[in-house]
């Protein structure tokens, strides 16, 4: 049976194969590989403080008392439930693969993440920052219109930044104006774009990035110094364009966000906003509605001469 102390190969070797079965069997993202095996090394750690030094010796008693001491250092909702998700993940895994007989997860009660609406910008606000980045264009060099076209692109397609960063330019047809993308779960989805997004990826494609792309670099959106452009540098970019604009701070999945939430006020169903967004589920879409519907309260509390 593994030994999870400090320091144990075995530990190193457990993890290791549980990681490439994350990415080869499920698909999963490095950056949630990441934080799947980040959250595995916590419980590991503290099982190990309790004297439970073995993989068979982590029972629902320490996974209880492991996600209490994070109750109790006021650690997010968001947090603890995507730590449980990560070991019901890695215990099912194990009892698959041998390692374990029993899942001491199966009697684990689901903790779940606080539902917060997401943050949406108002159309005028999409607007202001969007004419911004295009008059910033075409005052300034190829980071400016690169800028320009990675958030005209995020707002047309609703896109994650990772998938867009992602793109390379033979999965942009602007012809047919569509994006190629490959989402989560390595599911691959073809998303329509509008006109201003078009008129942006051509200027962008034309003559910017020529002056940007390094030798045999085929990432649609590049970065100052010849390479693919990182979701870091594409973050501080949506940054910078809100800054300028002067609305509200904005994060790269605000516009996703905000795309999604346009479409369904303009009389997108929801079915085609899922799809086109790469939900999974049904109700991770529906959230948009909420945020339709709170935003026609407002309206009607500021308008209405009855409310």
Request: positive net charge; glycine residues 8%.
């Amino acid at each position: 049976m593994a030994q999870i102390e400090e320091g144990a190969a075995d530990r190193a070797r457990l993890l290791s194969d549980f990681a490439l079965h994350l990415k080869a069997g499920r698909g999963l993202s490095e950056h949630t590989v990441r934080a799947y095996l980040g959250d595995l090394e916590s419980l590991f750690d503290h099982a190990v403080r309790l004297g439970h030094g073995r993989l068979d010796q982590i029972d629902l008693m320490v996974l209880r008392s492991w996600l209490g001491a994070m109750v109790a250092a006021s650690r997010s909702r968001a947090t603890i439930a995507r730590r449980s998700a990560a070991a019901r993940t890695f215990f099912a895994w194990s009892v698959h693969t041998g390692r374990l007989a029993v899942d001491p997860t199966t009697r684990l009660a689901n903790a779940r993440a606080a539902r917060t609406l997401p943050t949406v910008l108002g159309q005028e606000a999409v607007a202001e920052l969007l004419d911004t980045a295009r008059l910033a264009a075409q005052d300034g060099g190829p980071v400016q219109v690169r800028d320009w076209t990675l958030a005209e692109l995020l707002y047309a397609s609703g896109v994650r930044v990772g998938e867009l960063c992602g793109a390379d330019v033979s999965d942009l047809d602007l012809d047919q104006r569509t994006l190629r993308v490959l989402g989560k779960g390595r599911k691959e989805r073809v998303v329509p774009i509008g006109l201003p997004a078009v008129r942006a990826a051509q200027t962008w494609l034309g003559s910017a990035r020529p002056a940007l792309a390094g030798a045999g670099c085929a990432a649609l959106l590049v970065g100052s110094r010849g390479g693919r452009l990182d979701q870091r540098q594409a973050r501080a970019a949506v940054h910078r364009l809100a800054a300028a604009a002067g609305v509200d701070d904005v994060a790269p999945h605000a516009l996703r966000h905000s795309a999604a939430t346009h479409l369904l006020e303009g009389g997108s169903d929801l079915r085609s906003v899922q799809e086109m967004l790469g939900h999974a589920s049904l109700a991770t879409t529906q959230r948009y509605t909420h945020v339709s519907a709170e935003r026609l309260r407002s309206a009607f509390d500021l308008a209405h001469p009855r409310a």
